[in-house]
């Protein structure tokens, strides 16, 4: 079981562009799980952790409903927003400046092959990370993601998540809201949920907050849970 796991921060990158290099590394890992079955010298998977931010996005997963953006062509040129129907499960979803979107790309037969407790332990890592602010976080049931006051009328989810797994390796994550600009959740009915708010660390504490600062705390978090061996890898040139 290789728990080595890469670490990569991606910067602002266009939705478009990061999910072709999404979809190269997570058939890199495929490509190699299928080598190993047929191979007696078989080499470890590699895993990776991608951090990244993306312009403008909305985003809407295989089980979601298109009539949950609520804005047309023109209205999305209007907000210099971008809009993708995309492989992962979920709804619809925002992405842009200001919001921490992870992409772990792990081979679960390296670590656990439980989806569902893939989901709670990213879900943790967030709780952990938001604790470390003094905001107190959980999970609200039936829902995946993070929310505060889940457990009354003024619930809001600040982290949402979508995943898609194949052979055990996954791909998309979570979208953790640091200094988002909420106002662009209002153009969509957010993971068709239509009666509960959505916040930020910003929102919450009152002012705008170091995001490389969250970034390290949330993949120390993600790596103690895990049992991961981070290696971090330098931003291109």
């Not at 993306?54 to 210099?80: A, F, I, M, W």
């Not at 992962?88 to 992409?103: A, E, F, K, N, S």
């Not at 002012?207 to 978090?221: C, W």
Request: some cysteine; charged content about 25%.
């Amino acid at each position: 079981m290789n728990k080595k796991v890469i670490f990569e921060d991606w910067g602002l990158v266009d939705y478009q562009e990061a999910w072709d290099r999404q979809e190269t590394l997570f058939a890199e890992v495929v490509k190699q799980k299928s080598a190993n079955r047929s191979d007696s010298a078989a080499q470890s998977t590699q895993n990776y952790l991608v951090f990244t931010e993306h312009p403008h996005v909305y985003t809407l997963g295989k089980s979601g409903k298109p009539e949950n953006l609520l804005l047309d062509e023109h209205g999305l040129n209007r907000k210099q927003a971008s809009f993708y129907k995309i492989n992962r499960g979920g709804d619809i979803t925002y992405h842009g400046p200001g919001q921490i979107v992870g992409y772990p790309i792990l081979d679960l037969d390296n670590f656990f092959t439980d989806i569902h407790r893939y989901l709670r332990t990213l879900e943790e890592a967030v709780i952990r990370t938001l604790a470390d602010y003094g905001i107190a976080a959980g999970r609200y049931p039936g829902y995946t993601g993070v929310w505060l006051d889940a457990d009354n009328a003024r619930a809001r989810k600040i982290c949402a998540m979508g995943v898609r797994a194949s052979r055990w390796v996954t791909m998309h994550g979570f979208a953790f809201n640091v200094n988002t600009d909420l106002t662009y959740f209002g153009n969509i009915v957010p993971c068709g949920i239509d009666d509960k708010d959505v916040t930020s660390m910003q929102r919450e504490l009152g002012t705008p907050q170091n995001i490389d600062a969250v970034k390290q705390r949330l993949k120390t978090h993600i790596a103690d849970l895990f049992g991961m061996e981070l290696l971090d890898k330098p931003p291109a040139a």
